[in-house]
C-alpha cells in the first residue's frame, strides 16, 4: 500500500520541543521533493517548510525558520521534521507531502502545487 504516515504530534507546552516524523510505504521517498505544511483551526493550510529531492535546498516560512528543522532519513523512508522554541501559534494539524523530484522547493509549497502523496495529518497542540 503506497501511503505516507506521520506521527509524533501531541501536547507540548510553549518552549517545548516536538519531533515529527512522516514515514513512506510502497514507493521510495529519496526519489521525492518533500513538504511540511500545517492548518490551524479556523484558517486555510500553509506551506511550513520543503527540502528538494537532491536535499540541496531547504526551505522554512520566516515565522518558524530558525526553530524547525526539516530532514530526510533515505534509509528509514521517512522525513523528519523538528520543532523546537513551540508557540501557541504553532498549533495546527501537520501534514507531510511528497511531490515529483523536478518541483522547485520553495516554489511547490509557496504555491500549493499537486502533491503525489499526502498523510494524513498529525495534531501539534501548544498550550500550557
Known amino acids: 500500500q503506497v501511503q505516507l504516515v506521520e506521527s509524533g504530534g501531541g501536547l507540548v507546552q510553549p518552549g517545548g520541543s516536538l519531533r515529527l516524523s512522516c514515514a513512506a510505504s510502497?514507493?521510495?521517498?529519496?526519489?521525492?521533493?518533500i513538504g511540511w505544511f500545517r492548518q490551524a483551526p479556523g484558517k486555510e493550510r500553509e506551506g511550513v517548510s520543503c527540502?528538494?529531492?537532491?536535499?540541496?535546498?531547504?526551505y522554512y516560512i520566516p515565522s518558524v525558520k530558525g526553530r524547525f528543522t526539516i530532514s530526510r532519513d533515505n534509509a528509514k523512508n521517512t522525513v523528519y521534521l523538528q520543532m523546537n522554541s513551540l508557540k501557541s501559534e504553532d498549533t495546527a494539524v501537520y501534514y507531510c507531502?511528497?511531490?515529483?523530484?523536478?518541483?522547485?522547493?520553495?516554489?511547490?509549497?509557496?504555491?500549493?502545487?499537486?502533491?503525489?502523496?499526502w498523510g494524513e495529518g498529525t495534531l501539534v497542540t501548544v498550550s500550557s
Open positions: 510502497g514507493f521510495t521517498l529519496d526519489y521525492y521533493a
Open positions: 507531502a511528497a511531490g515529483p523530484p523536478y518541483y522547485p522547493c520553495p516554489g511547490y509549497v509557496q504555491k500549493f502545487y499537486d502533491m503525489d502523496y
Open positions: 527540502m528538494s529531492s537532491s536535499d540541496s535546498i531547504t
